[in-house]
C-alpha cells in the first residue's frame, strides 16, 4: 500500500497545526507521499517585495516575477522547512519538484482563450514512477510541493490538488495507493452548516445523484469529479477527511469507483 | 570515476555563462555531482524586502530572516532553475539540500566566541553516501545549493566549498572522485597579475613552499588547506579552474596528496 497524502495551505500557515499534521504524518506505516499547497507565504512575500498579484476573472496570473516568488517559497521555504521538520521525526524525507528527476513533466498551458502565464498542465501518464519506486524503495519519502517545469528549462506553477492525484496515479502503477486530500472540513457535508453531515461514501453513482439533488457544495463539485477520475484510472480509494483525523482511518469520505 | 564540480556565486550571477557552464556540466560523461554557491540574489532579495545584513567582523550572520531568505534563494530559487537547466539539456539533475534524504547533516556552530547565526558545520564522515551512490546508480544527477539542516529540524545555512569538499569525501567512499572548484581564475597563480603564471600541480611539500615564500595569494591559502585535506582524506585529485575550463582536463591547478 502506497499512502499519498495532500496537505492544503490553510495547515501550512499554522505552524502548530502543521508540527501535529507531520507527526502523524512521520507515524503512517508504509510507503508515502506528501504533497503540499502553498498557503499565504508567498501572497506576504510578493506584498514586501511590493509586487502586486496580477488577477484574471478570480484566478491569479502567474507572471515571471511571480514565478519566481512560488519557486522561492513553494520549492525553498516550505518544502525544505517540512523535509526538516519530517527528519526531525525520524522520517526519510526528500523534497522534490516535478522539475527534479523529471519527476512530472508538464505542458505550460496555452495563452488562449485566458494567458495565465508560467502556468503547467500535467497528463499522469507521464509521471515518472520509476524514480518515485526508487525513491519508495530506498525508504525515502518525496514530498512535493506544486512547482513543475516543461522539459525545456522552464519553471510552471502547478495546482497542488492536480500534483497530488498525478503522483498517486503514477504510484498506482507501482502498487495499491490511497489518496488522502486533508483539509479543514471533516469530510464532504451533506450539510455545510451540520459536521456531522459526512457522507461516508461517494461512488459515481450517487455524486450524480448528489449533484441532482443539490446537495453537494458547488465549491467541492470539481474536487470530487477530479477524485471520481483518480478513482476509476487505479487510484485504490481516495478520501477526503480533515488534517487531524489522517490517522483514523474511518473517518470523512471515500470516493471509490464502484 | 565520480566527477564532483563546485560552481560559484559570480556564474550563478551571470545567466549566459552559467547556461554556457551548465552545458559544459551536462556533457561530462559518467557520475557526477554539482554543488552551487548562492551568488548575489539573496542579498539583493534581502535589500527589496528591507532586511538589514547584519556582519560581525565582515562575516554575515544568518538570523531568523536571513536564513528564510538564503533557503528561499539557494534551495527554491536557484537550486531549481538550475535543475530545469540540466534537465533541459539531456541531464537527469536532482536538486537537494543536506537536509534531504538527510543526506549532508551539519551541526550549528557554537554561539561562542562570535554568534553566527543559523550556520552548520559538517563532519564529511557522516555524509549520507549510501543515498548519493542510489541517486548515482540510477543515472540521476545530484545537485546541492549550500543548505544543511541539525537534524532536528532546524534548516543552517552551510559553505558551498565545504558542501562540495564533505561530498566529494562522501562519493569517494563509493568510487574514485575527482573533485573541480570552477572559479573566475584560470587556477592558483604564482603571479596574481598574470594568467599564465598558472601552478600546474601543487602537492603537500610544494604548497609548503609556495606558502613560505608568500607566492600564494592569502585568499588562496584556506582554499588550498581544504584542497589538500580532501586529496589526503581519499579523494583522488582536486581541480581549481575556470568554469569555461571544465572540459579541458588540462587546464587550472591539479591539487594531489602525494
Redesign the interface.
Known amino acids: 500500500m502506497i499512502n499519498v497524502v495532500k496537505i492544503g495551505g490553510n495547515v501550512i500557515d499554522n505552524p502548530s497545526a502543521l508540527e501535529s499534521f507531520l507527526r502523524d504524518f512521520a507515524r503512517l506505516e508504509g510507503k508515502k507521499i506528501l504533497v503540499h499547497g502553498g498557503g499565504k507565504e508567498a501572497t506576504r512575500?510578493s506584498e514586501?517585495?511590493?509586487i502586486k498579484a496580477n488577477m484574471i476573472e478570480g484566478r491569479r496570473v502567474t507572471d515571471r516575477a511571480t514565478l519566481?516568488i512560488v519557486?522561492?517559497?513553494?520549492?525553498?521555504?516550505i518544502?525544505?522547512?517540512i523535509?526538516?521538520?519530517l527528519?526531525?521525526m525520524g522520517c526519510?524525507?526528500?523534497?522534490?519538484?516535478g522539475?527534479?528527476?523529471?519527476v512530472i513533466p508538464a505542458t505550460r498551458r496555452a495563452a488562449k482563450p485566458i494567458d495565465y502565464g508560467f502556468v503547467g498542465d500535467i497528463d499522469p501518464a507521464k509521471v515518472n514512477d520509476r524514480?518515485i519506486a526508487?525513491l519508495l524503495d530506498?525508504g525515502?519519502v518525496p514530498v512535493f510541493c506544486a512547482?513543475c517545469?516543461d522539459?525545456?528549462?522552464?519553471?510552471l506553477n502547478c495546482n497542488a490538488d492536480t500534483i497530488a492525484s498525478s503522483v498517486a496515479l503514477g504510484a498506482a502503477r507501482i502498487g495499491e495507493t490511497l489518496l488522502t486530500y486533508c483539509f479543514e472540513k471533516p469530510g464532504v457535508m451533506s450539510d455545510v452548516d451540520n459536521e456531522d453531515s459526512v457522507i461516508s461514501v461517494i461512488t459515481p453513482d450517487s455524486f450524480e445523484e448528489l449533484k441532482e439533488k443539490g446537495i453537494v457544495a458547488a465549491g467541492m463539485i470539481p474536487k470530487l469529479q477530479n477524485a471520481l477520475k483518480s478513482a476509476r484510472e487505479g487510484v485504490k480509494e481516495v478520501r477526503i477527511c480533515r488534517a487531524e483525523d489522517l490517522l483514523s482511518e474511518g473517518k470523512g469520505t471515500r470516493i471509490i469507483a464502484e
Open positions: 512575500m514586501s517585495m511590493g519566481d519557486t522561492m517559497v513553494y520549492a525553498g521555504l518544502n525544505k522547512r523535509v526538516a521538520m527528519q526531525s526519510d524525507a526528500v523534497g522534490l519538484t522539475a527534479d528527476g523529471n524514480f526508487s530506498e525515502a512547482i517545469h522539459g525545456k528549462g522552464t519553471l
